[in-house]
């Protein structure tokens, strides 16, 4: 049984004033496997404090610096990477395919805001003035439970390559993960208070990071409807932000794409992560004249997929992260039903001989766009057919959403994808499958968030442009 009773501040592990205790559970079973107490609003003003004691000392280091640290952080996730894989597993639910991404992409969130501060020019001359980047100065990083330690690494390791100091909230629900990275990332021996981690509700921490004076920036991820809440109440101080929220991504298949490529991956984008990631493109347009071709290659596939035990290898879907989560879906699911949609794979329930909070990976088709399931975040694997008419149809109803964070289209000639994708409203469009690339802006258009993340976008978000006119250049 796991007992999380400590969080870290000023650099140290400390026991909490909070009390509350939150359980921890494993999807894949229901079964309790922890408990982890909660800071409270006096833990959160005592990291904060502790990031505006180290701020002067380190927004003033150099860049080699700033990028010994991060390698050695980098350094020590690595050296916990089969511990924190195991509890990604245990009490996310991720497959273990998914899972070992998962640790990689936290480690080498490190390397890569390294790299980024290495090529990025923190001062130059514009005119008659010298042009600094300073860093903004304590800033909260609030963490969603879908790729926890993934979020906490990468966000804390562009806050310190600008010079910030941070708080971080990561979400209670992954307090195992946190755990184990906060003993790692103690290892790499940062100077105190540089980094403070409160567990915590969000209504309570996160809240009181939120309103702090003493936080100039907050980066949230998470939903729209937080991510507003958050929005209305940094705007008393002014604080800068950067959201990254909610998603409701179309896969465009134009009428000349290879379906026999184009259907593998279109449902591997559209249930990556078990469903759980806002970038998931659950929308799949397809040609009306090829519907029937394509809906019975997606069936078929569907249909194969194992849902349940994420240790097994075969395993594509784990669980859903909670009972609360699991509910939402089904919720879901009866509404494509009531809306009379078609039900084609999966539906309501546990599949054969799964238990938790396991979901049958579902599809509907005969979706209009105007449908529920077609326009709100189901965060789960539940994906919608929908048909166009031609191409201006098609990018007519890719872009017919309030969000706007990721987009996917697939064609046999990658100039013809280019164009579309042009004309697509999202923070990234990805064509043909292209992958991840760390260097990339990440974020999205209308609902979907407010500013970028990753590579030098990412450091910039955490920098202010001060101009000294007259100076003379360091």
Known sequence: MNQINQIYVDGQFVTPHGTDLFELRNPATAELIGH????????????????????????????????????????????????LLDAIILE??????????????????????ARALESYALEQTIGNANVIMQPLGVVGLITPWNSNAGFICSKLAYALAAGCTAVIKPSEMSAIQTSIVLKALHEAKAPAGVYNVVNGRGDVVGAEITRNPDVAKVSFTGSTAVGKSILREAAGTLKRVTLELGGKS????????????????????????????CINGTRILVPEARHDEALAMIKATVDQMRAGDPRNPATVIGP???????????????????????????GEGHPDGEGGYTVRPTVFANVTNDMVIAREEIFGPVLCVLTYTDEEDAIRIA???????????????????????????????????????PDVPFGGFKQSGIGREYGVFGLQAYLEPKALLGAVAA
């Open 399 to 437: 872009n017919d959403t309030p969000y706007g964070l990721y987009a996917y289209v697939f064609s046999a000639d990658a100039e013809h994808a280019t164009r579309v994708a042009n004309r697509l409203e999202a923070g990234r469009v990805s064509i043909n499958g292209a992958p991840h690339h």
């Open 36 to 83: 982890v107490r909660l800071g409270d609003e006096s833990d959160a003003r005592d990291a904060v404090a502790a990031a505006k004691a180290a701020f002067p000392a380190w927004s003033r280091t150099s860049k080699d610096e700033r990028i010994g640290l991060l390698t050695r952080m980098h350094e020590a996730i690595l050296a916990h990477k089969t511990e």
């Open 320 to 346: 859903m992260v909670s009972q609360t989560q699991y509910e939402r879906v089904q919720r879901y699911i009866r509404t494509g039903v009531q809306e009379g949609a078609t039900l084609v794979s999966g």
């Open 250 to 277: 179309p896969s465009v298949i134009l009428d000349d794409a290879d379906l026999s490529q184009a259907i593998p991956l279109a449902l591997q984008v559209g249930l990556n992560n078990s469903g759980q990631a």
């Open 92 to 113: 996310y639910g991720a497959p273990v395919s998914r899972a070992d991404w998962m640790v990689g992409h936290a480690a080498d969130s490190f390397i890569d805001a």
